[in-house]
């Protein structure tokens, strides 16, 4: 999927709900459901 250790991914929005949200990365758009996006570890 391109997510890597060091990829900067953006939040460009999440659905009315907040399922599915969709993420910039990479110089594509990725789409994940939210229990798939809590299985990315993230460090800011």
């Known amino acids: 999927m391109g ?3 060091g ?3 953006e939040v460009v ?3 009315p709900l907040g399922d ?3 993420f910039r990365l990479r110089g594509y758009n990725l ?3 939210k229990e798939e996006a809590a299985c990315i570890s ?3």
Do not use: S
């Open 3 to 5: 997510i890597v250790r």
């Open 7 to 9: 990829t900067e991914i």
């Open 13 to 15: 929005r999440r659905a």
């Open 20 to 22: 599915p949200v969709e």
């Open 31 to 33: 789409t994940l459901r």
């Open 42 to 44: 993230v460090e800011v």
